[in-house]
Nanobody, 125 residues
Framework: VQLVESGGGLVQAGGSLRLSCAAS????????TGWFRQAPGKEREFVAA????????YYADSVKGRFTISRDNAQNTVYLQMNSLKPEDTAVYYC???????????????????WGQGTQVTVSS
């Protein structure tokens, strides 16, 4: 599976961005999908994910209520709508996918097989 993110950029605090992740190479609907982020000097952090069945979504506490993950299986695309952005949301955002990951491992980046190249999100104060 190849993953390509887009939609990052510079936005003021309180603003919104929508990230997209286009997947190719496999039947996307059979994969768990999600987003991680990494800020300079910080560890990689789970942001949001869909379970492999697509029936459940999971969010980090830091983004719950502000970010929404969605997917369009027909377009092989997963999205991350980010609202009420804060300077602490500044990071490189990575799209992830995996066919066999179990729910208890979704928040652990080491368990995801496929990663995109990342897209930079910068939130100014």
């Amino acid at each position: 599976v190849q993953l390509v993110e887009s939609g990052g950029g510079l936005v003021q605090a309180g603003g919104s961005l929508r990230l997209s992740c286009a997947a190719s190479g496999r039947t996307f609907s059979r994969y768990a999908t999600g987003w991680f982020r990494q800020a300079p000097g910080k560890e990689r952090e789970f942001v949001a994910a869909f379970s492999r069945t697509g029936g459940y979504t999971y969010y980090a506490d830091s983004v719950k209520g502000r970010f929404t993950i969605s997917r369009d299986n027909a377009q092989n695309t997963v999205y991350l709508q980010m609202n009420s952005l804060k300077p602490e949301d500044t990071a490189v955002y990575y799209c992830v996918a995996d066919q066999g990951i179990i729910t208890s491992s979704l928040r652990n980046g080491d368990h995801w097989d496929y990663w995109g190249q990342g897209t930079q999100v910068t939130v100014s104060s």
